[in-house]
Nanobody, 115 residues
């Protein structure tokens, strides 16, 4: 059974940094990444990275956030810098199973940026 476990969320001041981690168990993943959802808003893409290290970023985080993946550990990281209050949201890990169309979501981790 596939499981995604996130860690690293919390409270940070504006301009600060945080790193999120997501460990996938149960299967190798071809793509991993992050989406976020703020109160009253739709879930949006933050960043994804595939097994060939091709990265895709949402426009609002490009240049501030960096996504990476350790294929051997089946782990995805999101290094967030220059955080702003508008980055406050629940961040969800997302993964697509290798050689499959199956996708998975983590339980979410709260990131709160104070002004």
């Amino acid at each position: 059974q596939v499981q995604l476990v996130e860690s690293g969320g919390g409270l940070v001041q504006s301009g600060g940094s945080l790193r999120l981690s997501c460990v996938a168990s149960g299967s190798a993943m071809s793509l991993m990444g992050w989406y976020r959802q703020a109160p009253g808003k739709q879930r949006e893409l933050v960043a994804t990275v595939d097994k060939d290290d091709i990265r895709n970023y949402g426009t609002s985080v490009r240049g501030r956030f960096t996504v990476s993946k350790d294929n051997a550990k089946n782990t995805c990281y999101l290094h967030m810098t220059e955080l702003q209050p508008e980055d406050t949201a629940v961040y969800y890990c997302y993964a697509k199973r290798l050689f499959s169309s199956s996708t998975y979501w983590g339980q979410g981790t709260q990131v709160t940026v104070s002004s």
